[in-house]
Nanobody, 126 residues
């Protein structure tokens, strides 16, 4: 059974860089060939797809966030990471990491993913 666990700072100051990690456990065999995504849920708004990294290392980003977002993977640590530059209070959200068998750009429905992390709250405030 694959498990995903997000980690990172709960509070970030405006203009700083947000760095989150998603630790993956239990992924082997077919699940090693999954797609690993980041989604966020701002307060009072809907889920927002941020981007995804494939098992080959290819990345795809939301057009609205592409200039500030970078997703990478660290196979030695069994992690994939999210870096978001120049954060503002509008980046305040619960951030989730997810995994799916198929590449579905922009997917935000839970049933489009095979595994979800529990989410981590990030607040951008001075």
């Amino acid at each position: 059974q694959v498990q995903l666990q997000e980690s990172g700072p709960g509070l970030v100051k405006p203009s700083q860089t947000l760095f989150l990690a998603c630790t993956v456990s239990g992924a082997s065999g077919p699940t090693a060939f999954y797609y690993w995504a980041w989604i966020r849920h701002p307060p009072g708004k809907g889920l927002e797809w941020m981007g995804v990294i494939s098992y080959t290392g290819s990345t795809y980003y939301s057009p609205s966030l592409k200039s500030r977002t970078s997703i990478a993977r660290d196979t030695y640590k069994n992690q994939f990471t999210l870096q978001l530059l120049s954060v503002t209070p509008e980046d305040t959200a619960v951030y989730y990491c997810d995994a799916s068998k198929k590449l579905i750009l922009g997917a935000t429905e839970k049933n489009q993913y095979d595994y979800w992390g529990q989410g981590t709250q990030v607040t951008v405030s001075s």
